[in-house]
């Protein structure tokens, strides 16, 4: 639970985020490696006094900055090798730590023109974390989260990433409770105001399944198809949830 200067404290970081990530979709083109997008996260976020990259060292993650592409679903490595090209899919995840709060948040962007199937899961997984942001009430459980993720993903014939989920968020990265973006949650938290958690479904164009590369971070869907991925942290409010990273 957080105090209401907690949650300010809490957009700070997550205004950040949201500040990089819109220049590193900018900057992402035909011939951009997914290194040269962590370094210019780097160098933007050193210019900021107080702030830290929230993933760095985390449990061993050696960037600041998550770039998957295609049918990488989350924690991709950023490489000189992995250059992007026109038809790609791009998810970009980034976090922040300012003066010990941390700001969370994900997007997803086609490089250049996309196929139809390509665009079309782009646009889904954007309205199902928008759906599942409209499900953040007081009274409401965790299970309408997810219900609202997996009903829209599924109508339109697209799969829900079950093996990552979404958390809470505050002093530390990752906190409780654990979001699934389908099924029944264990527990079913009730959502209550003073909560703040970043919501991040996970869309599969092909089967749900995913499963993990050689460099123990990079999670990839196990048929190869595409893989789309939002994120943003959000406030239980006595009314409508507070988008603290608002793009």
């Excluded at 919501?199 to 893989?227: F, K, Q, Y």
């Amino acid at each position: 639970m957080k105090t209401a200067k907690e949650v300010e404290a809490l957009r700070r970081s997550n205004r950040i985020v949201v500040r990089i990530l819109k220049e590193l979709m900018e900057y992402a083109r035909p011939g951009v490696s997914t290194m040269d997008l962590e370094l210019r996260a780097r160098k933007s976020l050193g210019k900021v006094p107080n702030a830290k990259p929230a993933f760095l060292g985390y449990r061993g993650y050696p960037a600041v900055l998550c770039a998957s592409i295609n049918e990488e679903v989350v924690h991709g490595i950023p490489s000189e090798k992995r250059v992007l090209k026109e038809g790609d899919i791009l998810s970009l995840d980034f976090g922040v730590e300012l003066d010990g709060y941390f700001g969370d948040a994900a997007v997803s962007v086609p490089i250049g023109t996309v196929s139809e199937e390509k665009a079309r899961l782009l646009a889904t997984t954007r309205e199902c974390l928008e759906r599942a942001v409209a499900a953040v009430v007081p009274g409401n459980h965790l299970s309408d989260i997810a219900r609202a993720v997996q009903e829209h993903a599924e109508k339109n014939g697209f799969s829900v990433v079950y093996q990552f989920v979404g958390h809470g968020i505050g002093r530390k990265m990752h906190e409780e409770p654990q979001i699934p973006n389908c099924g029944m949650p264990r527990p079913n938290v009730k959502l209550v105001p003073g909560m703040v958690l970043a919501i991040e479904p996970m869309i599969n164009a092909g089967r749900p399944d995913v499963e993990v590369l050689e460099d123990g971070w990079t999670a990839v869907t196990a048929d190869r198809g595409p893989s789309a991925h939002f994120e943003r942290s959000v406030a239980v409010t006595p009314g409508e949830a507070d988008v603290l990273s608002a793009w």
